[in-house]
């Protein structure tokens, strides 16, 4: 039953949200938008929400007829269409290296993220409120990471494009509603871009700590407001700083970057903000009470 539901569910997430990011990507192109901007965020959020909402789906049909044949049928049908998957890839010269290249970073992710999983549960029963503000401190610095990931790897792939690609004439213009000196704006500086995410982010902490506080859902007290935002500008100096290093140690790798820092990046921001989360719960709590749970 747990195989099943945790099978399909993953199978039909990833089928949704591959859909669903692919058709994002065709959209800001058509409209003039960097996709790197706006593709890694949404991914992000999206992930976990699709995740479980196919898998509460998912449980719910089969938990009626747990006790039949249906819930390994389930299993077995989702294994005969891994391999169907697995026999077209392997017939496609184009996506064939894929398989050998994403097994490392996963793995290296659900290291991390048993790491964060520890001690979520540990203070998460620990101090009130700790699951909710856990999304916000480890989500957010992850997907402004994730933006300078994506952002760092486009420019280095486009470089490497353009120093294999042989000199040739220079196009004439596109369009007469072309730029009138037909050159591209220059690309912003790697410390302008992280200067900007990071002051971009800032305030959507605040507005959500205001938003808690305006419905009553946690009682948050000036001291740990403070140490919150604090704690929180932290994890994004750290996000940015380790997705600049992990993306340049990993070029020099010949790794492709949007396959190997992604989702190793996406797990050690979840396990930095969890870390960073508890301790500002364990500085606060020594000025003022932060409504910490009886342990029965």
Same mark, same amino acid.
């Given at each position: ?11 039909? @997430? ?116 700790? !699951? ?42 596109? @369009? ?48 740990? !407001?403070?140490? @919150? ?68």
């Amino acid at each position: 039953m747990v195989a099943s539901t945790g099978m399909t569910a993953a199978s039909l @997430s990833s089928a949704l949200l591959g859909s669903f990011m692919c058709t994002l990507i065709v959209i800001c192109r058509s409209y003039g938008r960097d996709p790197d901007n706006i593709a890694p965020p949404v991914a992000s959020c999206l992930g976990d929400l699709i995740t479980l909402l196919w898998m509460s789906a998912v449980s719910a049909t089969l938990i009626g007829v747990i006790h039949t044949p249906i819930p390994f049928i389930f299993g077995v049908l989702i294994i005969l269409f891994a391999l169907l998957c697995l026999i077209m890839t392997l017939r496609n010269p184009h996506v064939r290296p894929l398989l050998s290249q994403g097994w490392p970073p996963l793995l290296g992710a659900m290291v991390l993220s048993c790491g964060a999983g520890i001690v979520l549960d540990t203070f998460a029963s620990r101090y009130e409120g700790f !699951v909710l503000l856990s999304v916000v401190i480890s989500d957010l610095p992850g997907s402004v990471g994730s933006i300078l990931i994506s952002r760092l790897s486009t420019s280095l792939h486009a470089g490497a494009l353009s120093l294999a690609s042989p000199p040739g004439p220079t196009p004439a213009p596109a @369009s007469a509603g072309a730029n009138s000196n037909n050159k591209h704006p220059a690309e912003p500086s790697t410390r302008v871009v992280m200067i900007t995410l990071a002051l971009i982010a800032l305030p959507v902490d605040i507005l959500f700590l205001c938003v808690l506080r305006a419905l009553g859902w946690l009682r948050l007290p000036f001291t740990f !407001v403070f140490f @919150s935002v604090v704690f929180f500008f932290c994890a994004e100096i750290i996000s940015l700083y380790v997705a600049q290093r992990l993306t340049a140690y990993l070029w020099t790798k010949d790794c492709d970057p949007d396959m190997y820092a992604l989702p190793i990046h996406s797990a050690f921001m979840d396990l930095v903000g969890h870390i960073l989360l508890a301790i500002c719960f364990e500085i606060v709590q020594l000025f003022v009470d932060v409504r910490v749970k009886e342990l029965s």
